[in-house]
């Protein structure tokens, strides 16, 4: 197949490339370049080798094998001990064993229902709270597992991890395990904790039991009190009312005495009443007539006195005996006067006798009805206090009597309340001796033997985790690595495999890099015939990326292989000192019009190629009337076949960014080990930007022994003429 380049079109290049750029992509089948096929720039962009990785990081490898290997020295020392080992078994019944407190069974659901409550169970044995209580609960034990200076908190913590819980396939058990470096105190710790569980399990299947159980003994005592307080009530009462029993049917005793009383009150009060009446009636004070009354009635009494009545029978007798005596007499008889004078004075005795006696009579019938009536009000207010003592004895009565009925049935409440109480307390007290549903099946004892010893298991680990480790390590370094090592890397970012890479220049590889760079020169060649493209400008991602070196080793080049080339030096941003000359005053003249191309022209040598320098710029690091180039360029193509600029870096200069889109072919050239993965990103971007008319990147400086060793490879090909066999995996007699 006859030599070819192929320029894309920008449409072509738009839709297979997702941008704007176009790629320049030259196939060669000349036997020159057969040598170097599998490292070509489409061809040579392999995965990363380990090998080749592990290689060029000899140290990090070994590094890392050794600290793997320090580091788990300690590790070892302290995990590699026998290990021993204690376990228990928990018993996980399916059915709630019957009580005496109530005659039946609970039983699980379903057997999904049961597997949730084995594994609720297996997630609380070892719960902070009962490993902080197994622990103090061991007291001097505890020091098998508790460090020196630790509290309590912590080794809880640490027994919380160290402990294997794990509920037994097909069986209903639950084991308990700990492990240790000592014998000594494991089934004890072990055992604790089991034990202390199974109580809170108790504990938790009737919640809270121990204060119900506490409140309702606290209910009980108080109710106990208040029987004591009520059954001493009632005893008082019963002392006081004088009484045995309490019935409702009881009559109250002071209820007739009420009665008995009311009753002679009401007597008193009619005695009372006529007694004021009768004092009344011949009181002078209280009415008209009373003295009178009174008189009458003296005269009536004093008219029935015997001694009166004696004396006037005497006097009567007399009388007649006087009257008996005048009679016949004168009146001035001697005699007759005497006995009238006697019967005078019998007269007056008489009168006297009668007035006397009725003042008496009198004074005697007034002093008597006014103590009647006295006598009478003062029975009267007797009785009266005496029906108000017995109506508040009655009411006292019947009101403690009253209360001794309601203290009896209040006691008789309470004690109704005290059997109920008492029953729930020893209910709550059966139930909580219940079997329940678990229960320890197997104690933990004190291993005779280690379970394992982890020492052997452990120096294999960290070996083999060394080696693994010495081995990832420089593949990720390479992996990780920002920088661009291959074409593969370039390739990934700008979508497009590069033009050409060349090698890092060794003092035994002047003839390989001399090969690339006419590989190089050659491409140019068959694009400049083909696609008529005669201007190319050199631009590299970052400053000091070896473009003005590579411009005049290709420019060297390709005046070698009888193509008329000129450099021009268009970089103002940093000249290089070795395209000056004191004959030319170089492109910033020729931009400005102030002389002609053909004069600021240096004719070339063995070491250098025609070339214009970029003259005198007094310190700007912009070129002149920037504008004029392109006419300057196309102007150099009339004499030479191709043109290479020289330009600024893309990321820095903007003039780099004007020259690129006036020229045929910009060339990116990326630094390997020094571009990294985001610059590279940026300048595809500003290239996408610009839609130049073709682009092309070459690798520069690629270091030989780099992430999978392409370069170096090439160079041994080249150097020996032979290619590599490939993996022992590509080997003929494997499929023979």
Same mark, same amino acid.
Request: with cysteine; hydrophobic share 40%; aromatic share 6%.
């Given at each position: 197949m006859a030599d070819? #380049?192929?320029?894309?079109?920008?449409?072509?290049?738009?839709? =297979?490339?997702?941008?704007?750029?176009?790629?320049?992509?030259?196939?060669?089948?000349?036997?020159?370049?057969?040598?170097?096929?599998?490292?070509?720039?489409?061809? #040579?962009?392999?995965?990363?080798?380990?090998?080749?990785?592990?290689?060029?990081?000899?140290?990090?490898?070994?590094?890392?094998?050794?600290?793997?290997?320090?580091? %788990?020295?300690?590790?070892?020392?302290?995990?590699?001990?026998? $290990?021993?080992?204690?376990?228990?078994?928990?018993?996980?019944?399916?059915?709630?064993?019957?009580?005496? &407190?109530?005659?039946?069974?609970?039983?699980?659901?379903?057997?999904?229902?049961?597997?949730?409550?084995?594994?609720?169970?297996? /997630?609380?044995?070892?719960?902070?709270?009962?490993?902080?209580?197994?622990?103090?609960?061991?007291?001097?034990?505890?020091?098998?597992?508790?460090?020196? %200076?630790? #509290? =309590? #908190?912590?080794?809880?913590? /640490?027994l919380q991890k160290a402990l294997k819980i794990e509920a037994v396939p097909d069986t209903y058990q639950i084991t308990v395990t700990l492990e240790g470096t000592q014998p000594d105190g494991l089934a004890d710790i072990v055992n604790a904790v089991v034990n202390t569980y199974l109580l809170k399990a108790k504990s938790e299947e009737f919640y809270a039991s121990d204060e119900r159980v506490k409140n309702l003994v606290a209910?009980?005592?108080?109710? $106990?009190?208040?029987?004591?307080?009520?059954?001493?009530?009632?005893?008082?009462?019963?002392?006081?009312?004088?009484?045995?029993?309490?019935?409702?049917?009881?009559?109250?005793?002071?209820? $007739?005495?009420?009665?008995?009383?009311?009753?002679?009150?009401?007597?008193a009060t009619t005695q009372n009443i006529s007694a004021q009446a009768h004092l009344n009636e011949i009181d002078g004070k209280q009415r008209e007539g009373g003295a009178a009354a009174l008189q009458a009635l003296a005269l009536e009494m004093a008219s029935k006195d015997q001694a009166l009545t004696s004396l006037l029978a005497d006097q009567n007798l007399r009388r007649t005996q006087l009257l008996t005596s005048i009679s016949g007499l004168s009146p001035d008889h001697p005699g007759r006067k005497a006995a009238e004078r006697e019967l005078a004075t019998l007269d007056k005795s008489r009168a006297d006798a009668y007035a006397r006696l009725i003042t008496t009579y009198s004074s005697m019938i007034l002093q008597q009805r006014q103590s009647e009536a006295y006598r009478t009000e003062q029975v009267k207010e007797k009785l009266t206090a005496q029906v108000a003592q017995q109506a508040?004895?009655?009411?006292?009565?019947?009101?403690?009597?009253?209360?001794?009925?309601?203290?009896?049935?209040?006691?008789?409440?309470?004690?109704?309340? +005290?059997?109920?109480?008492?029953?729930?307390? =020893?209910?709550?007290?059966?139930?909580?001796?219940?079997? %329940?549903?678990?229960?320890?099946?197997?104690?933990?004892?004190?291993?005779?033997?280690?379970?394992?010893?982890?020492?052997?298991?452990?120096?294999?680990?960290?070996?083999?985790?060394?080696? +693994?480790l010495a081995l990832i390590a420089p593949v990720l370094a390479d992996a990780l690595d920002p920088r661009i090592h291959s074409t593969r890397d370039v390739e990934a970012i700008l979508g497009f495999a590069p033009l050409a890479w060349i090698l890092e220049t060794q003092k035994d590889g002047l003839d390989f890099a001399r090969e690339q760079i006419f590989r190089l020169a050659n491409r140019m060649t068959q694009e400049q015939q083909t696609n008529k493209s005669s201007v190319f400008a050199f631009t590299s991602v970052k400053a000091r990326g070896g473009v003005s070196t590579l411009v005049k080793e290709t420019a060297k080049a390709l005046t070698r292989l009888g193509v008329p080339t000129l450099v021009v030096e268009a970089n103002a941003y940093r000249a290089d000192p070795r395209y000056r000359s004191p004959d030319s005053r170089g492109l910033?003249?020729?931009?400005?019009?102030?002389?002609?191309?053909?004069?600021?022209?240096?004719?070339?040598?063995?070491?250098?190629? =025609?070339?214009?320098?970029?003259?005198d710029l007094q310190s700007e690091q912009s070129l002149p009337d920037l504008q004029n180039l392109r006419d300057v360029l196309r102007q150099a193509t009339e004499s030479y076949s191709i043109v290479i600029?020289?330009?600024?870096?893309?990321?820095?200069?903007?003039?780099?960014?004007?020259?690129?889109?006036?020229?045929?072919?910009?060339?990116?050239?990326?630094?390997?080990?020094?571009?990294?993965? &985001?610059?590279?990103?940026?300048?595809?971007?500003?290239?996408?930007?610009l839609q130049a008319q073709a682009v092309s990147a070459i690798l520069n400086r690629v270091d030989p022994h780099a992430a999978n060793g392409f370069g170096k490879r090439a160079f041994d090909e080249f150097k020996t003429g032979t290619t590599d066999s490939g993996s022992m995996w590509l080997s003929p007699w494997l499929w023979k």
């Open positions: 070819s #380049t192929i320029l894309e079109s920008p449409d072509l290049a738009a839709s =297979d490339q997702a941008s704007s750029s176009k790629e320049l992509v030259l196939h060669s089948s000349s036997k020159r370049h057969e040598t170097s096929r599998q490292v070509s720039a489409d061809e #040579t962009s392999s995965a990363i080798s380990p090998l080749v990785s592990l290689k060029n990081h000899k140290r990090l490898a070994l590094r890392v094998f050794v600290g793997v290997l320090l580091l %788990g020295v300690p590790i070892v020392g302290f995990f590699g001990h026998p $290990q021993y080992s204690a376990s228990a078994s928990v018993y996980v019944s399916p059915v709630f064993q019957a009580n005496l &407190a109530a005659n039946r069974e609970v039983e699980q659901k379903s057997n999904y229902e049961y597997r949730e409550y084995v594994l609720q169970n297996v /997630r609380t044995i070892d719960r902070f709270d009962i490993l902080l209580e197994a622990l103090r609960g061991l007291g001097k034990k505890a020091a098998a597992w508790t460090r020196p %200076g630790e #509290t =309590d #908190t912590r080794a809880a913590e /640490r209910d009980r005592e108080r109710l $106990q009190k208040e029987v004591e307080t009520k059954r001493a009530r009632r005893v008082q009462i019963s002392q006081d009312l004088g009484v045995g029993t309490f019935s409702e049917n009881y009559v109250n005793p002071y209820d $007739q005495l009420l009665v008995d009383a009311k009753e002679a009150l009401q007597d508040s004895r009655a009411s006292w009565f019947s009101s403690n009597y009253q209360e001794g009925i309601q203290v009896g049935g209040d006691l008789e409440a309470l004690r109704k309340r +005290l059997d109920a109480l008492q029953e729930r307390i =020893d209910s709550i007290s059966l139930e909580r001796r219940a079997p %329940g549903f678990v229960r320890m099946f197997s104690s933990a004892r004190t291993p005779d033997q280690p379970s394992k010893n982890r020492g052997k298991k452990l120096i294999m680990l960290f070996l083999g985790a060394s080696v +693994l910033s003249v020729v931009l400005q019009n102030l002389q002609e191309l053909e004069s600021v022209i240096v004719q070339g040598d063995s070491e250098m190629p =025609d070339y214009v320098p970029v003259g600029v020289d330009i600024p870096p893309l990321l820095v200069s903007a003039d780099a960014e004007f020259i690129a889109r006036g020229c045929d072919v910009l060339m990116l050239v990326i630094e390997a080990e020094r571009t990294t993965k &985001a610059e590279l990103e940026r300048a595809a971007k500003s290239l996408e930007r």
